[in-house]
């Protein structure tokens, strides 16, 4: 068998395994080969390295793009320094993602503009990055979704489907009033993943306060009995930091308003 034959004879089954990058890699691997004289051992660790790393970059990908998060930060962008109230250190510890494996929850709580969100997809995106399947939704598209799926008959599938994520993150719960059924259906999937999976909450109302949020008070103490049983507590109670730039952008612009020097 000649060597074209047998290269191709090899290329052939590199495709019918899907060993895509060795496949890629191939011909300047044999090239290389030929040139260095590296060991079998070696040879092979290198091509099968290269097709480990492609299928990870391609879950990583689909991991992303299931996920849904609205923004890609990392922790390193978040401004400890202006939200003085925040225990970075409690935020460094939520990093390490053991409250994932443990199934435990974490409420990020404070006033609008404060960074809750950006918490939230900071610590999505690295537990993503570690291979754990997330997903992003708002809490009023969350309950609408529950609510279609009701009435098309749907709900036992739509609950496994939020039941899935090792990490949900539900952002953005108080901005709108939550009527008894909605209530009801957070309820629901905040049950079916007590002590299964983690929640990530972001809400713009603190604990004592979520009978606001709710037209009856059962569901809210029923959701807060099970998401503070394994939970860590988030308060930043500092600036919006649309605010601070909207005051420093209104700074700058008076000496050219006023026709002064700036203060």
């Not at 890629?24 to 691997?29: E, K, V």
């Not at 990908?61 to 225990?87: E, I, N």
């Not at 709580?109 to 537990?127: C, N, Q, S």
């Not at 008894?180 to 604990?207: D, K």
């Amino acid at each position: 068998m000649s060597a074209d034959t047998l290269y191709q004879q090899l290329r052939g089954h590199l495709a019918h395994l899907r060993l895509t990058a060795v496949a890629d890699r191939l011909a300047s691997a044999l090239e290389a080969a030929e040139r260095d004289r590296p060991g079998y051992t070696r040879f092979l660790h290198d091509l099968l390295a290269a097709e480990v790393d492609a299928v990870e970059q391609r879950r990583l990908a689909g991991r992303l793009r299931f996920a849904k998060l609205p923004a890609r930060k990392t922790l390193d962008q978040f401004d400890f320094d202006a939200q003085p109230s925040l225990d970075r250190r409690l935020v460094e510890d939520l990093a390490t993602l053991r409250f994932i494996d443990e199934h435990a929850n974490v409420l990020l709580i404070g006033p609008p503009g404060v960074g809750k969100t950006m918490l939230a997809t900071a610590l999505g995106h690295k537990a993503i990055e570690a291979g754990y399947r997330v997903y992003y939704t708002t809490a009023a598209d969350l309950v609408a979704r529950t609510t279609k799926a009701a009435l098309e008959g749907r709900w036992e599938t739509t609950m496994r489907f939020w039941n899935g994520p090792q990490l949900l993150i539900v952002d953005e719960l108080g901005y709108l009033p939550m009527p008894a059924e909605a209530a009801s259906h957070l309820f629901q999937v905040v049950t079916r993943r007590y002590e299964h999976g983690s929640i990530i909450l972001t809400t713009n109302r603190h604990i004592a306060d979520w009978g606001h949020i709710f037209q009856d008070t059962t569901p809210a103490i029923a959701i807060l009995d099970r998401l503070l049983h394994h939970a860590t507590v988030v308060s930043i109670n500092g600036d919006s930091y649309r605010m601070r730039a909207h005051r420093d952008a209104i700074r700058a612009l008076r000496p050219a308003i006023t026709g002064g020097e700036k203060p």
